[in-house]
């Protein structure tokens, strides 16, 4: 009743400005969405894929089919990398980068993986060849750490609770993933086919850890077309991908 006697005489104006910074702070705080994965491990899902190679639409499909599993976010959590080194056959992939390519490289380098090919999977950030045998994804059944990310708007904070000190962080990655693309492809290997993609990155974002596994980054959610959705994981001091989470994103506040 009290705030009805202080603003039922307020100018029209004021009372709709107040109004409008209720909304917008109502606004702001259904806005906040939090992501956990807890401690069981969540396996990071790795493809490297291609629109000039002939060979990854399979995998494609594969990838966008657990989008209906039960698993995604749970289980896996999936992410794309589209290469650039297949550019070069006529036809430019508009999701590729030299970055994804150097990553992949760095997979050798680094003894994950025996060579550099597409369509290529990583479970765990380990190497797996199952997709060309036809064999059901598997993963380790371990509990590493529990991590956490909440995006309030641009605004992301993250941590990490390792189970042990054996799988504490080394490093945060935060993939932004496209979601329900698809692209004619007129040259190169697929030309004259539609496309479909998802949880492609977009976006892939590398923070070093520190001693309390927190982090804070702003990421310019409102450039991206809709849907998409988040991808985060952990590297650990010895393991790549020791624990990972995932889900959609809103784009309400842009």
Known sequence: ???????????????????LTFALAFSAVTQAQTLESGND??????????????????ADRLVSSLKDSDELW???????????????????????????????????????????????????????????????????????????????GNS?????NPTQQSYAASKLHIAILGMDRTTKVPKGENAGRTLPH??????HLQLTANKASQWQQDIDL????????????VDGKKAPAIQALGGKLSLDHC
Not at 2 to 13: A, D, E, F, H, S
Not at 156 to 160: E, L, N, R, T
Not at 198 to 203: I, K
Request: hydrophobic content about 35%; proline content about 6%.
């Open 156 to 160: 992301f904070q993250a941590s990490y």
């Open 74 to 152: 749970k289980k896996y959590v999936p992410v794309a990398f589209h290469v650039d080194y297949w550019d070069y056959l006529g036809w430019k992939d508009p999701f590729a980068s030299a970055e994804n390519s150097k990553q992949q490289r760095k997979k050798v380098k680094d003894g994950h993986a025996r060579s550099v090919y597409t369509p290529a999977f990583f479970i765990g950030g380990k190497e797996w060849r199952g997709f060309f045998r036809k064999r059901k994804l598997s993963g380790d059944n371990i509990k590493t750490g529990n991590l956490k990310i909440s995006v309030e």
């Open 198 to 203: 998802d949880f492609v990155s977009l976006q």
């Open 222 to 233: 409102c450039r991206f077309e809709p849907p998409i959705a988040i991808a985060a994981w």
């Open 41 to 58: 491990k969540n396996h990071l899902l790795e493809l490297y894929t291609s629109e000039g190679c002939s060979s990854c639409p399979p």
């Open 1 to 19: 009743m009290k705030l009805i006697m202080m603003t039922k005489n307020l100018p029209l104006k004021t009372f709709t400005l107040l109004g």
